[in-house]
């Protein structure tokens, strides 16, 4: 056994779930190494996708997932998908081959370390033959137990060595649940005593603490919502209030915005959540808990902010009013609130007119439909761009492992890797991805991935032949604009999906969806691409309130 095969033997020992990549010269013993070891292996066509594909992977399954590229070229390839995987705080390891130091003159050669803290990932290395397992669970303890994106550098003249023949046992142990102060706890106990109208908002950091953040809410009769990231964390609950921002529902947003206490669990509280502030009532007040210091008041100034983990800061707080004997609250939990929740607080139950034309279809009434018609135990990925809100708001998901939303970069062009690495992830829900045709054609050469794994995806391709944001909210400029650098030509996505061995159809008005639900009706066993001729929104209103901060 060589050095390269015993760190896949670790990792493999260790756990992780997946492996995506693009196979060259410098990783392929690595690569092969976890496949004999039993992880799954996926070959992506690039490895910005594979990248991707293990960002989501890991979010959607609790696993960690694994990238592997080739030195140098590969790893710049990934750039992107490593950068939205590092800022989202993804649990992910990348294993980067490394031009030997004695290369200065190798076309691979390059600061791979400065490259990967560039984009916000943590660079680690293996050091030596001896200190190779060592090296690798280091690794790993820094994603799993950090949070973190780690690039694990693999140097060619090291890989090929002999494995030491003792290996130290591999042992990760779990980081205790950080716990908030005595005094913390106290402060926030006794906001919630006095508010009338409080509301939980939990962000990413408060994924895994569902069920003790809707004990404090039910407690203290507190109205529940989330980020984008965490959609679907509280859908069991009566008092759900869906998504807090841009993509809020007319009566979500009057709601957070006549809280007289917003509590936001691992949740960032920035400009897309909060709106640039304008959710946040005058004299409401703002507490922020989360497990980096730094973060507390980093968006918007708050009246306390708690360090903790989420599900110990909730617990922690109910304790303390449970030990004062504090009775249950109706507070913002009224019967009246429930009323119009149950009427008024999705979408789907929003009026609008219908922009539909003769040779187009709104992009509501396609995504209202498809909505009704698609199985409901889905995974739904969302790529970036003007038509995002559309299957972010319309398109229910059955829980937060449903949703996969990668924006923590804001680059166009993801969400095909998102979906494919969903659907791996969750393979007994049909996996649903949203997309631009901007987006879609950055990314299609993936499509022949999904069709290799047989994946049956349904491809929603918003199709308005632009990049759409640019075209609505940049063209207004008081003067004429040119629109060549932002609008192109159309293209049938329906017969380049074919062309991959998917399923494709154009949809331009509603009966043109029975195909749909034909296709579902036939066991599918590859992708459908829905190349969907949307009507002109005028620019969607989320993203002019998000511009603002550009």
């Not at 109208?197 to 069920?211: L, S, T």
């Not at 004299?283 to 918007?300: H, I, S, T, W, Y």
């Not at 929740?341 to 279809?361: E, G, K, N």
Request: proline residues 5%; charged residues 20%.
């Amino acid at each position: 056994m060589n050095v390269a095969e015993l760190v896949g033997k670790t990792l493999a020992e260790l756990g992780v779930g997946h492996v995506f990549g693009v196979v060259g010269s410098g990783n392929f013993t690595i690569t092969n190494a976890l496949i004999e070891q039993g992880v799954p292996y996926t070959a992506a066509r690039h490895e910005g996708g594979a990248a991707t594909m293990a960002d989501a992977y890991s979010r959607t399954s609790g696993q960690i997932g694994v990238v592997s590229v080739h030195q140098g070229c590969g790893l710049t390839n990934a750039a992107t998908g490593i950068g939205e995987a590092a800022k989202s705080r993804t649990p992910m390891i990348v294993l980067a081959a490394e031009a030997a130091p004695s290369a200065v003159y190798s076309n691979f050669a390059m600061d791979q370390d400065s490259f990967s803290t560039s984009v916000y990932a943590v660079a680690e290395r293996i050091h030596s033959a001896q200190s190779a397992v060592a090296d690798t669970v280091r690794a790993y303890r820094t994603a799993v137990n950090d949070r973190r994106t780690v690039v694990l550098n693999l140097p060619l003249n090291l890989q090929a060595l002999p494995a030491p023949d003792v290996v130290e046992p591999i042992e990760v142990v779990p980081r205790e649940p950080i716990r908030p102060s005595r005094d913390a706890a106290r402060a926030l106990a006794v906001l919630l005593e006095k508010a009338q109208r409080p509301v939980f908002v939990a962000g990413r950091g408060g994924r895994g603490a569902k069920q003790e953040i809707l004990a404090l809410a039910r407690h203290t009769g507190a109205l529940v919502a989330t980020s984008a990231v965490a959609k679907g964390l509280f859908n069991e609950d009566d008092f759900n209030l869906g998504i807090s921002g841009g993509f809020s529902s007319p009566l979500t947003a009057e709601l957070i915005s006549s809280a007289d206490l917003i509590v936001g669990f691992g949740c960032a509280l920035n400009m897309w959540t909060m709106r640039h502030g304008h959710l946040i009532g005058q004299d409401a007040k703002v507490v922020q808990v989360d497990l980096d210091e730094p973060a507390l008041g980093a968006n918007r100034p708050i009246d306390l902010g708690m360090v903790g983990d989420s599900a110990e800061c909730a617990k922690d707080v109910l304790d303390l009013l449970l030990a004062q004997k504090t009775a249950v609250r109706e507070s913002y939990r009224t019967s009246e609130v429930k009323e119009r929740l149950d009427a008024q607080a999705r979408w789907q139950q929003v009026d609008y007119a219908d922009l539909s034309t003769v040779s187009s279809i709104d992009p509501r009434t396609l995504t209202k439909a498809l909505d009704e018609i698609l199985p409901a135990d889905r995974v739904v990925s969302v790529d970036s761009g003007n038509f995002m809100g559309y299957p972010s708001q319309f398109l229910d998901v059955p829980d937060e492992h449903g949703f996969c939303f990668t924006q923590a970069f804001q680059s166009i062009g993801l969400g095909l890797y998102a979906a494919i690495g969903a659907a791996l992830a969750q393979p007994g829900r049909l996996p649903v991805l949203g997309t631009g045709d901007g987006g879609f054609h950055m990314a299609i050469a993936e499509l022949d991935t999904a069709v290799r794994l047989k994946l049956p995806l349904v491809c929603i391709v918003y199709n308005d032949a632009a990049y759409g944001a640019e075209v609505h909210h940049f063209g207004d400029t008081g003067t004429a604009p040119n629109m060549d650098s932002v609008t192109f030509p159309d293209t049938d996505f329906a017969a380049i999906g074919r062309g991959f061995g998917a399923d494709g159809i154009t949809v331009r008005k509603l009966e043109d969806l029975d195909a749909v639900a034909s296709w579902l009706g036939s066991d599918p066993t590859g992708p459908l691409v829905i190349d969907a001729k949307i009507a002109s929104d005028g620019g969607a209103w989320w993203l002019a309130e998000a511009f603002k901060g550009h």
